[in-house]
């Protein structure tokens, strides 16, 4: 029996990964399936940013938090009509994005070769952590460290905040904080989009295998750069979304945020749940 040749690569780098982790295992914080690396690294760069264009920081900032609340609507919106359409027998419009040895699509899910699967998801993560750590420097909250992370094969990037700062910062500067990761998503998904449109018009036809190869490759960094963030700004506790929903209830009702943001929280994550089940056992 032959290997597919993306399997054997895929295999290949598992093992590299896997001997990587083993020969870095004193610098790493191993919890179960989870691997994670902290480091001081890339503060300075960070600092660099903040400090070299504060108001243009503070401006994306702000529109942030605008882009923050129309993200909340149009998800929230979007869950429900789609959650009512498959109860009436219609199409869930919630897919899980996974890594594969190809493109292809099943009920509730969308695959993509797995390289290609995690050139998407390091763009997506990395100008998103970087954005947080930006605009928290530049209001002057400490970021305690940066650092990668790994939650079984799904890779991750994230910044630690002095969470003390942050929860005595200014309302608006909280929110800025919160929703800036999704929003440069967003703008990411954008630029790339812009970037396919582009090369759409200046290839030539018909494309080649590697023309082909890079349109999709394009395609697939806008897909999960979008849906990530569009996912991550629903207010669902603790992602950032869940964060920024909590702390504008908490501003007409303290008392009542906690218990406002779980019930949300609760019924978004049966929504989803309700969408993912429906088309992955196709029951409805």
Request: net charge positive; charged share 15%; glycine share 10%.
């Amino acid at each position: 029996m032959v290997l597919d040749a993306s399997i054997t690569a895929f295999f290949i780098f598992v093992v590299l990964l896997l001997g990587v982790i083993y020969y870095k295992r004193r610098s790493l914080i191993i919890s179960g399936v989870m691997v994670m690396y902290k480091t001081q690294r890339g503060k300075e760069y960070i600092d660099s940013l903040a400090k070299r264009h504060p108001r243009f920081w503070h401006h994306f900032g702000t529109l942030g938090v605008a882009a923050g609340v129309l993200a909340i609507i149009f998800m929230v919106y979007v869950l429900l009509n789609t959650t009512i359409g498959v109860i009436q027998g219609g199409a869930p419009g919630v897919a899980l994005v996974l890594p594969g040895s190809g493109y292809s699509t099943t009920p509730g899910a969308i695959f993509f070769p797995w390289y290609v699967w995690i050139l998407a998801v390091g763009i997506m993560f990395i100008p998103h952590e970087l954005s947080h750590a930006v605009i928290c420097r530049r209001y002057g909250i400490k970021v305690k460290s940066v650092g990668l992370l790994l939650l079984a094969i799904f890779p991750g990037a994230f910044v630690e905040p002095d969470e003390k700062q942050l929860k005595r910062a200014k309302l608006f500067t909280r929110l800025r904080v919160y929703a800036v990761g999704s929003f440069t998503n967003i703008v990411t998904a954008g630029a790339f989009y812009l970037l396919l449109i582009a090369m759409l018009l200046v290839i030539p036809r018909p494309f080649s295998p590697v023309s082909v190869e890079i349109l999709n490759s394009i395609k697939a960094i806008v897909l999960v750069t979008l849906g990530v963030g569009l996912f991550n700004a629903l207010p669902i506790y603790p992602l950032d979304g869940g964060k920024f929903f909590h702390d504008i209830v908490e501003k007409y009702s303290p008392k009542g945020a906690k218990g406002i943001t779980l019930s949300m929280s609760l019924f978004l994550v049966l929504i989803v749940v309700f969408n993912l089940s429906s088309a992955l056992l196709g029951t409805f």
